[in-house]
Nanobody, 119 residues
Framework: QVQLVESGGGLVQAGGSLRLSCAAS????????MGWYRQAPGKQRDLVAV???????DYADSVKGRFTISRDNAKNTVYLQMDRLKPEDTAVYYC?????????????WGQGTQVTVAT
């Protein structure tokens, strides 16, 4: 029922910037966490940044100081501003929505958007 649509990926040179967007649609529980994960070829999917409905944010150590997550609750949209990109940031970036229930959280995923950082 919940769908996530990502956009904003592309090819940039090292040191450049990109802004990813993820719009959620459907019936979304008000207590939730939205965020971004990424997966490079041959590696597992790792957390990049998350933002709770209460405004708390968390980042992977590798992106702290360079990436900023934000959300527009009225539009059910989460953004990831990526600055000072590095080649090691190259990956498929996936939007995630986690509905927070006491005993049964629910995860939803976007299809992913490719981010390629050239040397």
């Amino acid at each position: 029922q919940v769908q996530l649509v990502e956009s904003g990926g592309g090819l940039v040179q090292a040191g450049g910037s990109l802004r990813l967007s993820c719009a959620a649609s459907g019936s979304i529980f008000s207590i939730n966490r939205m965020g971004w994960y990424r997966q490079a070829p041959g590696k597992q999917r790792d957390l990049v940044a998350v933002s709770s409905s209460g405004g708390t944010a968390d980042y992977a150590d590798s992106v702290k100081g360079r990436f900023t997550i934000s959300r527009d609750n009225a539009k059910n949209t989460v953004y990831l501003q990526m600055d000072r990109l590095k080649p090691e940031d190259t990956a498929v970036y996936y939007c995630n929505l986690r509905e927070i229930w006491d005993l049964n959280n629910r995860d939803y995923w976007g299809q992913g958007t490719q981010v390629t950082v050239a040397t």
